[in-house]
């Protein structure tokens, strides 16, 4: 195990930048699937902006499939984004949390 | 946290689930040393992962927590998580595991499981401890309950963006981390390395895992935890809450195209069990289980299958021969229906594949221990010792020597520890037990 | 033997540091119950210090919240709100005692089977908060307590010498426990002599015996007791002592042992049908499965067609499920009897195994097997069903309210008919001519009601032995120091048995091995100032021996105070009631806490 403590900042910096050449491919996967989830949950909570929203609902207003908004819902929802709120019809609205920072993790 | 090169135990356990917690527990309870090496980065095994258990309809968290809490605490239990084992041969009197720690990139002796780098993280990846139908970041705590509470990074997912090794409060995160090979000896092991289900993509006739709405069961176990990813069932192709739902039975076991020609022995009443929390939290669903024959024979089985059948689950006897992709997200299955009706069809919201049981581990080429036909391991007394392999010192438990529920898993797992203290005594007695 | 809790308890100082900590489980709780409301009402109880709450108080990080709140010195008591205490109280005692506190300074409120699970909505919040408020007003009165140690005799009792009784007696004679193994007949062996071959690979049922037979005589740890009975059980985990009643030439003579531990393993017996079911005891033709089996060792294969009674077998029909998987209200039994609706776990295979041996050894004879679901659950078995279909052995299935029907026959030579609506042929009704009918008879727990109620062990409705919890305690019956191995738990094969058999043996090692036992101190406590010596607490105990009158001198005159045997104290608390002078108590339930609980809940 390399020992990080021993070491200046400068060396870490210089450390790090070696590691991001070495592990270019995964970085580069790491960085594009955070872009495109970055893009489409902001699309989500777009259409959640209005007000709360179905899954299909969401679907429709943002050009998403219905299963990624869904993982979408429940991934924002797991880190305190998105709560859940009336049920229509067969399917339940999801409202966005609002101002209020949450913090605490909800679920694990 | 570098490991020390050699650390020597009474008995290697080789896999942190129910049973090899069970034989940990009962091997030190009664004074011996035991090591408990776990590939998963947290111990608990499938157990920890489901959502009640039958036929008591307790909470799996419930009865297991206080297993993993117990084992992690105990005095004469060392727990090795995250950690491949790349050999265990017998050498002379001893048992010698060769281990890799993997990297967690995180130091578990500094992290204190604050959550503070997953929260950071940029980087959103599906979360196969809920089924995949949630995410989590590339930097995360494996579950809640996870034993130990020790954040773990996903190298292959991580952008090095910093962000996580910013807000840790404890400078734990580390990039640079590599893997660490280490040497467990020991004078007996037991092998309780569990079970995976066999694949949904090797079933072409129920569309290799490609039609929505279709899961397997242990998916099931996720939408059902009250923790679980939408803390309700939904089907997962758009959120509907499902009016109807399906099991298909035997859908990997007793079925030679697929390589596994056993009955899994849990399948029957995990789908009972199922049904039953279903129409519990879907009270006006419709249930149906496509069976061949029901398999309820542990204590309390056949009647919890009969108080099923009285909830008005339906038991439909039949060979499902075909799944398709029906319309607005349903599932059509095709079946034969056993009791006169000919080939029928009928659709559903969302359907349950009750996939069979495979063996979590191949020993070969790392421990020269037998297996049966099954791939199981192969036990060499099975009327008088089930556990017995045909590796002097090595004991098999739980479903590593075969499919069984967590009752029989359990007595199994005992059974095992006796036989390592009994291998033990032999060899060395110590009558009274050690500090 | 010594209680370190008889000493004077000092009066607690009621300094409001009592942390209270609510559990989430998951949702299991924090659906129904407005957890953050509850730890508000919780911080605003004057005893209280802090108040938290957590996903799974259980775990890891739950846990390290108490004793980082011990450890500074912010609190001194603890009150977890979650599950049952069963589930998880020794979980959260052994927090506070690793924490470096008395770990009876712990008081548990279950705000899950007692609230989240059974009320909703305001209702279930309020009423949490009131067990909350009570647990934390006992808390603050909790005194710490020691553990009760008593001495154990390194030996342990197995009842029952079938495959069970012989591995866990070998098992726990092998980890240096002495055993007496008790056995009512005249051998061991159990249930496997009067079988033939093991299912699915055939193994003699003799060699499997045998494999014990020799350790069990020739231990010098273990005493084999045949034809003996116990008649007498006094005593408690660590120190009991059994009557044991053997049969012999010259009468019967007793034995006394003093014994750590008792295993019951007292197996299981075939259940015998009653008259006209199935036409039994009215035909000679129908027999039962262990009855075929007992055929099977007298016939010589040299035939070509299995011989029973004389007759030579051209068409046998196997019946399965009979005295097993009865439903209330389709099936009848006979008055008294067990209505037996659990599934007996065993018959499928054993019946594809005599079926295939006979096919196998006897072309000529015919079977056709009438079932309901084929259960080859078990390593093995699915392979004995399917060489069944490969030996031609005809399968037809029937529904439980549609048992097939014996009947005598005058149709050709055949002596028996079975008609059945069989479920593979689109129910089509069909009539199988037959020369034997032959009965899968299910399995029933041995007539223990002896020893069952000497030492008060708890029976299902099915009458086999309840274990504590099937996952948590599997092998552990409600009390402490009585174990079960085998049969007498739940119908199992033999490999089955002998598992519980090797977890039985863990458990009796784990607990004899010490050579001293811990008990919970939660047991009565006399204050001997106050005693008067009326002796009502003596009357009203219900344990023999836990409370007696002695003498003593008290200021040069000999006066009677009640004493507590507090291994044998169940903390009942039946002498607590009567006592005029309030002079009896049990630890960590004494009136004051009781009191402060009332309180709170009526302040709530």
Redesign the interface.
């Known amino acids: 195990m390399s020992d990080t403590e021993h070491k200046t900042d400068g060396d870490k910096k210089q450390m790090l930048k070696q590691l991001r050449k070495q592990r270019k491919e995964s970085v580069a996967r790491a960085t594009a699937i955070m872009k495109k989830s970055k893009k489409e949950m902001k699309m989500v909570r777009g259409a959640l902006s209005d007000g709360p929203a179905t899954v299909p609902q969401i679907a429709e207003a943002t050009g998403l499939f219905s299963d990624q908004v869904l993982w979408y819902v429940a991934a924002m929802k797991k880190y305190g984004e998105i709560q859940e709120a009336e049920k229509d019809g067969a399917y339940f609205q999801y409202a966005l949390v609002g101002a209020r920072e949450t913090t605490e993790p909800q679920e694990g | 946290?570098?490991e020390p090169q050699v650390q020597h135990f009474d008995t290697i356990v080789i896999g942190g689930g129910i049973a090899g917690l069970q034989s940990a527990l009962?091997?030190a309870?009664?004074?011996y040393r035991v090591a408990v090496v776990e590939k998963d980065a947290s111990i608990g095994g499938k157990m920890i992962r489901l959502s009640k258990?039958f036929?008591?309809l307790?909470?799996a968290?419930?009865?297991t927590?206080?297993?993993m809490?117990?084992a992690?605490?105990h005095e004469n239990i060392t727990l090795f998580t995250y950690c491949n084992v790349d050999g265990i041969v017998r050498m002379g009197e001893e048992i010698h595991a060769r281990i890799t720690q993997n990297?967690r990139y995180v130091d578990p002796d500094k992290c204190i499981?604050c959550?503070k780098c997953e929260?950071a993280c940029?980087?959103?990846?599906?979360d196969m401890e809920?089924g995949g139908?949630?995410?989590k970041k590339?930097i995360s705590?494996p579950?809640?309950?996870?034993?130990?509470?020790v954040a773990v990074l996903d190298?292959?997912?991580?952008?090095?963006c910093?962000q996580c090794e910013t807000v840790c409060p404890t400078?734990a995160v580390?990039?640079?981390?590599?893997p660490?090979t280490f040497t467990l000896t020991a004078r007996t092991a037991v092998l309780s390395t569990g079970f995976e289900l066999s694949p949904v993509k090797d079933k072409a006739q129920y569309g290799n895992g490609e039609i929505?709405n279709v899961i397997d069961s242990l998916q099931m176990e996720r939408l059902l935890?009250?923790?679980g990813?939408?803390?309700?069932v939904?089907r997962?192709?758009?959120?509907?809450?499902p009016?109807s739902i399906a099991y298909v039975q035997c859908a990997g076991s007793?079925d030679k195209s697929m390589g596994v020609?056993?009955?899994s022995?849990v399948c029957c009443m995990y789908a009972i069990k199922q049904a039953m929390l279903l129409s519990g939290a879907l009270p006006l669903a419709d249930i149906t289980i496509y069976y061949m024959?029901?398999?309820?024979?542990?204590?309390?089985?056949?009647?919890f299958y009969?108080n099923a059948k009285a909830m008005g689950i339906e038991f439909v006897?039949a060979k499902v021969a075909r799944i398709n992709e029906g319309d607005g997200g349903s599932v059509t299955v095709r079946y034969e229906n056993?009791?006169?009706g000919g080939i029928q069809t009928m659709d559903h919201d969302l359907v349950v594949l009750s996939m069979g049981i495979l063996p979590g581990w191949r020993p070969e080429p790392y421990c020269p221990v037998s297996t049966?036909s099954?791939r199981?391991i192969t036990s060499i007394?099975?009327?008088?010792?089930?556990?017995l392999t045909d590796m002097e010192g090595v004991f098999a438990a739980g479903a590593a020597a075969?499919p069984k529920d967590?009752?029989?898993t359990?007595?199994?797992?005992?059974?095992?520890?006796?036989?390592a203290?009994?291998y033990m005594?032999?060899s060395e007695?110590i009558?009274?037990?050690q500090p | 033997m010594t209680n370190p809790n008889d000493k004077e308890n000092k009066d607690d100082t009621h300094n409001g540091k009592v942390g209270v900590y609510i559990c989430h489980c998951g949702g299991n709780i924090s659906d129904h119950v407005d957890v953050d409301k509850v730890r508000d009402a919780a911080e605003d109880l004057s005893c209280v210090k802090v108040a938290r709450t957590n996903m799974f108080m259980c775990s890891d990080p739950g846990q390290n919240m108490i004793i980082e709140d011990l450890e500074n010195g912010e609190v001194d008591r603890v009150v977890v709100a979650s599950c049952a205490p069963s589930l998880h109280e020794t979980t959260f005692r052994s927090a506070v005692e690793r924490a470096g506190a008395n770990p009876f300074v712990y008081e548990h409120a279950n705000i899950r089977e007692q609230v989240s699970w059974v009320h909703h909505g305001d209702p279930a919040t309020d009423k949490a908060s009131t067990l909350v408020a009570a647990a934390a007003a006992k808390a603050e009165n909790l005194e710490p307590l020691h553990p009760v140690r008593v001495d154990a005799f390194r030996h342990a009792t197995v009842i029952g010498a079938g495959i069970a009784g012989m591995k866990t007696a070998v098992d726990i004679a092998r980890q240096g426990i002495d055993v007496a193994l008790v056995e009512k007949t005249t051998q061991p062996g159990g249930r496997l002599n009067t079988l033939h071959t093991l299912a699915p690979d055939g193994e003699k049922a003799g060699d499997v015996v045998d494999a014990f037979y020799e350790e069990i005589q020739n231990s010098e740890r273990i005493t084999v007791y045949p034809n003996t009975q116990v008649n007498d059980v006094k005593g408690y985990v660590g120190n009991f002592t059994l009557t044991l009643a053997t049969d012999g030439e010259n009468g019967r003579a007793d034995t006394t042992v003093d014994t750590g531990a008792i295993v019951m393993a007292t197996g299981s017996q075939s259940y015998t049908p009653f008259n006209g079911e199935y036409a039994y005891g009215e035909h000679p033709q129908v027999i039962t499965l262990p009855e075929l089996i007992q055929t099977l060792a007298e016939n010589s294969g040299d035939e070509n067609t299995l011989t029973v009674n004389g007759k030579k077998i051209r068409n046998m029909v196997m019946i399965h499920c009979v005295g097993s998987r009865r439903i209330p209200g389709i099936h009848e039994t006979k008055e008294d009897a067990n209505l037996n609706e659990y599934c007996s776990r065993t018959c499928c295979s054993a019946v594809l195994h005599a079926g295939n041996f006979i096919r196998e050894t006897f072309p000529g004879t015919s079977i056709f097997d009438m079932y309901r679901d084929i259960r080859t659950y078990g390593r093995g078995q699915e392979e004995l069903y399917n060489r069944a279909a490969e030996n031609r052995v005809v399968f037809m299935r029937f529904e439980a309210d549609a048992p097939p029907r014996v009947e005598s026959s005058d149709t050709g030579n055949f002596p028996l008919s079975v008609t059945v609506s069989d479920g593979l042929t689109f129910n089509e009704e069909m009539t199988v001519p037959a020369d034997l009918v032959v009965l899968a008879t299910g399995v029933e727990p041995t007539d223990i009601s002896g020893i069952a109620g000497m030492l008060k062990l708890p029976r299902g409705n099915d009458g086999f032995l309840n274990e504590v919890h099937p996952k948590l305690r599997p092998v552990e019956l409600p009390v402490t120091g009585v174990f079960l191995a085998g049969t007498c738990q739940a119908p199992m094969d033999s490999s089955e048995a002998c598992n519980t058999a090797g977890a039985a043996a863990a458990k009796v090692s784990a607990l004899l091995g010490k050579g001293y036992i811990e008990l919970d101190p939660f047991v009565a406590h006399v204050d001997e100032e106050k005693c008067t010596g009326t002796g009502a607490c003596v009357d009203a105990c219900l344990v023999d021996d836990a409370l007696e009158l002695v003498e003593t001198e008290v200021a040069g005159q000999t006066v009677k105070k009640a004493r507590v045997t507090a291994a044998l104290c169940q903390g009942c608390g039946a002498c607590v009631a009567v006592c005029p002078e309030n002079a009896i108590e049990v630890n960590g339930w004494t009136l004051k806490q009781y009191e402060a609980m009332v309180d709170a809940i009526a302040a709530a």
């Open positions: 946290m570098a009962d091997l309870d009664q004074g258990v036929p008591t307790d909470c968290s419930c009865i927590t206080p297993k809490a117990s992690a605490h990297p499981g959550r929260y940029p980087v959103y990846l599906p809920q139908f949630s995410a590339a705590i579950f809640s309950n996870a034993i130990p509470q190298a292959e997912h991580c952008m090095l910093g400078d580390d990039y640079f981390m590599e660490e929505p935890a009250p923790h990813p939408y803390n309700r939904l997962p192709s758009d959120g509907m809450e009016d007793r020609s056993y009955c022995r024959d029901i398999r309820a024979f542990g204590k309390g089985y056949e009647q009969q006897k056993q009791d006169g049966d099954d199981f007394k099975p009327k008088i010792s089930p556990v075969g967590i009752v029989d359990i007595s199994e797992s005992g059974s095992a520890a006796v036989e203290a009994k005594q032999a007695p009558l009274e037990t």
